[in-house]
């Protein structure tokens, strides 16, 4: 399948429990942050976004906390669900929403959601 | 009533051809972009249009060239295509200077160089 050979950095949960997806961003600039989901053959889907100016941002099931003193961001799923199970990326801008703006994506992490 | 589509989905040629992916996007937005994602799942940035303009150039081998016809299409040309152009490509786009800056992105081009 398409993991075959792949050597990403996973996290295997069982279905019902919380998940804790972590990332390191470099840029102690970057003052915007985006968690992306990637199901197997599709694109980065958005999840929830952050701005430097905020710790903790929660949406449905997902909440997102970010610590500028460590440049570290996390993503928490709540009750995780089969559906969940994806490459997580998150990704850092430095741009503020300028004309320059890009992303910068980390890794990403695989999360395996177990019955 | 897809917002960002990309074609062709899959794309297999040999080595030397010249191949062109087609990206629109439906949102309204005024920023586009090509993404790279390698074998082990790397996504990195290689060009950006903003209102028809080259924003950003990562790098990229001149042998790559974007197209942007209006604000709703980015296209990707690629000439003398090699063996490590092998990966999927991404179209996204994004509203600038709003309240969120995430950038949408399309279903991918899995192109295949042998």
Redesign the interface.
């Known amino acids: 399948g398409e993991s075959v050979?792949?050597?990403?950095p996973t996290l295997s949960v069982q279905e019902g429990d919380n998940s804790i997806i972590n990332c390191a961003y470099s840029n102690s600039a970057s003052d915007?942050f985006?968690w992306?989901k990637?199901e197997s053959?599709?694109?980065?889907?958005?999840i929830i976004?952050i701005r430097s100016n905020m710790d903790k941002r929660q949406g449905q099931r997902v909440t997102v906390l970010l610590n500028k003193t460590v440049k570290h961001l996390s993503l928490q799923i709540a009750a995780t669900q089969p559906g969940d199970s994806a490459?997580y990326?998150c990704a850092e801008?430095s741009?503020g929403?300028?004309?320059?703006?890009?992303?910068?994506?980390g890794?990403?992490t695989l999360l395996a959601v177990q019955p | 009533d897809t917002a960002?589509s990309q074609t062709p989905k899959y794309l297999v040629t040999q080595m030397g051809n010249d191949k062109s992916i087609k990206c629109e996007q439906n949102l309204g937005h005024d920023?586009m972009?090509w993404y790279k994602q390698d074998?082990?799942?790397?996504?990195?940035?290689m060009f950006?249009y903003?209102n028809k303009e080259l924003?950003?150039n990562?790098t990229v081998p001149n042998r790559f060239s974007p197209k942007s016809p209006d604000k709703a299409h980015l296209n990707l040309h690629i000439n003398s295509l090699e063996l490590g152009d092998s990966a999927v490509y991404?179209c996204?786009s994004?509203r600038?200077?709003?309240p969120?800056?995430?950038?949408?992105?399309?279903?991918?081009t899995r192109l295949t160089v042998v």
């Not at chain 2, 969120?100 to 991918?108: D, H, L, N, P």
């Open positions: 050979g792949l050597h990403l915007y985006i992306y990637q053959g599709k694109g980065p889907q958005f976004d490459v990326f801008s741009a929403g300028g004309a320059t703006n890009k992303l910068i994506f890794t990403g | 960002v920023t972009y074998s082990k799942k790397f996504l990195k940035i950006s903003n924003i950003i990562e991404f996204a994004s600038l200077g709003g969120r800056a995430e950038a949408f992105f399309g279903q991918g």
